[in-house]
């Protein structure tokens, strides 16, 4: 998917198409930084901006990778700024550049450029607060998928049974299966596989997967 798809893709979920994020929301997603999303990364950038989800691991990267608007995995003066800015918009100039400096001091950056790694720990210790509000969505746009998905699965049934005659049409699924029952989805940042015997095997978080930044 490149960046027009991208945005293509995101104005069916409440985002206007002249949305000024869109270059850093796309730079979030993209932590193979190819230039274009492969369907793994778009999940996890959806799954990353759900109102929801924790800020652990794999959200505080996607953060970074948003206001990293060079890529050159540092948050420099003016990218950190504006994410001090984000985090509280009420602050004028003034206040702007004093949560600026004690942001730095706070981190023990010392040449005003941050790494992923100070960011990451900064974030998890608490230093850095406020960064659990950033890079939301206003909706939930993968039960706003999971929804459609629903719908146009329903209503193909609905043609089939209509077509198929009349027992077929008026047949009604009282049963407990699967294929019966209604579907409600739920996202997160892990996975797991059930065997033939119903035990859970291989958990594991998905930012764990190879080159994730």
Do not use: W
Not at 159 to 164: C, D, E, G, L, R
Not at 172 to 186: A, F, M, Q, T
Request: with cysteine.
């Amino acid at each position: 998917m490149t960046l027009h798809s991208f945005i293509d893709y995101m104005t069916k979920y409440s985002y206007q198409k002249n949305d000024s994020r869109f270059p850093s929301l796309f730079n979030a997603f993209n932590y193979e930084k190819n230039g274009f999303l492969s369907f793994h990364e778009l999940l996890l950038g959806l799954a990353s901006m759900e109102p929801t989800t924790s800020n652990g691991e794999a959200r505080i990267k996607f953060v970074f990778r948003y206001y990293d608007s060079d890529g050159d995995e540092f948050l420099c003066e003016n990218e950190f700024k504006k994410l001090i800015k984000d985090i509280a918009p009420e602050c004028d100039q003034n206040k702007l550049k004093t949560k600026y400096e004690e942001a730095i001091q706070a981190i023990g950056v010392k040449n005003n450029k941050i790494s992923l790694q100070d960011f990451c720990k900064a974030v998890s210790s608490k230093t850095l607060r406020g960064t659990s509000n950033l890079c939301r969505s206003s909706k939930a746009i993968l039960s706003q998928i999971s929804q459609s998905i629903t719908d146009r699965t329903e209503e193909r049934s609905t043609v089939q049974k209509t077509s198929a005659g009349f027992l077929k049409a008026n047949r009604s699924n009282k049963g407990i299966c699967y294929g019966c029952k209604g579907k409600k989805y739920d996202y997160s940042l892990h996975s797991i596989k059930f065997d033939y015997n119903g035990r859970c095997v291989e958990p594991r978080r998905i930012f764990e997967r190879k080159n994730i930044l």
